[in-house]
Each structure stands twice: as C-alpha cells, then as structure tokens.
C-alpha cells in the first residue's frame, strides 16, 4: 500500500532508511586497540555517500548523467582548471592523457611510434603501458632517494631528437620538481603529463605562484580508486587547460567519435546531417563519425554520485594526511641512523598518500624481514609499486629490445627495489593508530 505522495517524498524516506543503516551497521564505533588491523590505506565515508549513490541509484540513469556533471564542474573549479572529464580509473586517465597526444589533429608535435617519452622505471605500471602499448619508447630515467621522484640532473641525457613528451607521476604525493621538469619541457617543446593518481591536493610554487600538483603540466590525471586521496570506488579524472585536448580528451573517452554532443542530447551542434567526414558519403549523421580509434570509458553516475559528496570532505582528508605524515615522521627520528625517512620535494606542500621508509645500506637490516615483523603485528605495508618496473615479467619477450631505452643507469631505482616500503597515513588513522604504527616499525629495526 502507497504510503508517500510524491516520487521526492519516497525518495527522502528510503535515503533516512539508509541513513539509519550507515549508523547502526557501518559506523565504525569502537576505538582502536593495539593489535588491530591498520591497512596501508581505506575508504572514508559516511551517510552522505551512501545517500547519494542511493539517489543516482533511484535515478536509474546508470551511464554518465547529472552526478557526473555535477562533479566535473566543481572539480574543475577547485583544482583549479577549465576542463575536467570522468572516465572509470585513474589507469584509464593515463591511457587517455597519452592517447590524446597521438592524435594527428596536434600537427607536428603528435606523439607518432617510434617517438620517446621520457619516464621512470620505479612506479606504478600504467603511467608507462599506455607508452610501450600504442609503440612509443619510454625511456627509463634513475631517481632519487629520499624524495623517490625523477633525477631531474639526468633529463637533458635523456633527452634525443625522437623525445616528445615526459610522463611521470608525483611518488606517494610528493611532488617532483615541476620548475625545472616543466622548464625542460618547455626549451625543447615537450608535452607534460602530470600523472597526480598518488597526488591530489599536493601544491607546488614557481615563482611565487602555487598550484595544484596535476595543473602545471599540459594534461593532469586522478585517480579515485578506494585508496586514493578521495573514493568513487573506481573512477578517475583527466584535465587540462587547453581547448583542444579537451576536445581530443572526449573524442578518446567516448568511443573515438567526431561528435561532442553529450550522451542522450542528438545535434546540439545543429550540423549533424550536413558535414563531409572522410571518404563517408556528405551527411553521414555525425554521431556516428569516428576520428579517433577510441574507446568507451566513461564513469557511471552512482560513482559520481559518491564523488560529489568526497570532494566537500577532501580539504579535511588532506590536512589529516599531512597530520599523520608528520606525526609518524617525528616519532621516527629515533632511528634514522638505520632508516631514511621521506622528505618533500623544495617548493612543494604534499598531500601525502603514504610514508616511505628505505632501510640504510650496511646498517645489518634487511627490508624483508622489517615489513614481516610489521605485518605479523597486524599492520599492511607496500612496495613502492613496481620497484624497477623493467625487471617484471611483462618486460621478458621486449627485454633488452629497442622497444624501450634506459638512460644512464638504474641504480637508485634497484635501491629502492630491495631496500624500499611504505605503510599508510590515510584520514580515517587516528593518532594512537599512527602511534602504534610507529612503535612496531622502532621495535622491528631495534
């Protein structure tokens, strides 16, 4: 039996049902105890979120729609850009950000096979896949211990007369050196990819100026993975300031298609019947006019939903993560002549994902056996992602081929391989979890 009078009233009665289950189910109410689990990273949420993606839910629209819009707008306007564009991980925003540089629309700066980009071999794996995939030659530069980002001193070594681009990510939220990476892309005309998937919310200042980390390059990229900065479950974003990879950015994301109008709208452009596209008969409806070879990336709308509400706490989230960066930094300065700990990049503010920790050569310690005493206590640790990504069996059948160049040597990249961790300082960490954290990881080395 009917007991609502109106689609709205329905609606707000289920969402204060959900809103009664977030409370009395999934309300984390107990206090951390020593010995409990602390992962290196967690989702943090609460009514709000399951509110909204019960709202887009209720909408049914499924695909890309109202929450998506909503979201790319304000966060557009927060990082601080005119164009900002959902896709479904942050792994896809950097397929999207390299393959809108392939495009032949870009001229004599497209990214062709053939063509280098240079990046680092000690990260995550899809800053450089989409790189090796379409037939472009990363090409492997060594980096630097504490910071854990690109060896700026070694760039113009890099550098021959097939480069296009650079493409790298800021390490765990440290910025890399964006003045002098974005200065040497801009002597010798580079593309810049800023991939900000372990970044958001880390600022970065050249003369005077402070940015967001992701802004100061041609294209930036997000990811909103449950252990990002900020959640949507899956999802990521790209976004850049100029017009025409905005365009490209779409025409990748959404098929390959010549056409911008939005899903579900038909001839905004009011041209979708008279155009001349290629060898296609004159009229052929623009929709279905390709340009690209592209690829169906778009978020969902209860995704973005759960996006909207994440972006009002972010500023919250990333003042708790330099908390707890702090917090556990100082706790360790204890044993620094066995550990090097992690320290920001000059002119940057970081908005920390984690906290590195090498162990010292010759100081009779041994990575491994630091990180299985700090799991048996019940505490995640991670790599630094890859470690020296060349070493990995995806590299086995292109190995040693011209498929790929490694510049100078590896060797801090190979350090960091074997002698490398890090454990989390995600917000939802309280301090006696940073507290404890600390104490395990003095007693493990001691």
Known sequence: MKNWNSEQEARERIKALVSEYYHDFKEKKDPFKEGDRISYASRVFDEN?????????LDFWLTTGRFADEFEKKFARWIGVKYAHLVNSG???????????????LGDRQIKRGDEVITVACGFPTTV??????GAVPVFVDVTVPQYNIDTKKLEEALSDKTKAVMIAHTLGNPFDLKCVKEFCEKHNLWLVEDNCDALGSKYTIDGVTKFTGTWGDIGTSSFYPPHHMTMGEGGCVYTDNPLLHKLILSFRDWGRDCVCPSGMDNLCKHRFDGQHGQLPQGYDHKYV??????????TDMQAAIGCEQLKKFPSFIERRKHNWQRLREALLCVEDKLILPEKCENSD???FGFLISVREGCGLNRNDITRYIEDKNIQTRL????NLIKHPCFDQIRDTDAYRVSGSLEVTDYIMNNTFWVGVYPGMTDEMIDYMANVIIEAVS
Do not use: R
């Open 350 to 352: 970081p908005s920390w």
């Open 290 to 299: 390709y340009s690209h070879f592209g690829y169906n990336l778009k978020v």
């Open 49 to 57: 979120e399951m509110c909204a993606l019960t709202d887009a839910m």
């Open 91 to 105: 792994s896809s925003a950097n397929l999207i950000a390299f393959m809108v540089l392939t495009s032949p629309e």
């Open 384 to 387: 630094l992602f890859s470690g």
């Open 129 to 134: 896949t989409p790189i090796l995939q379409y």
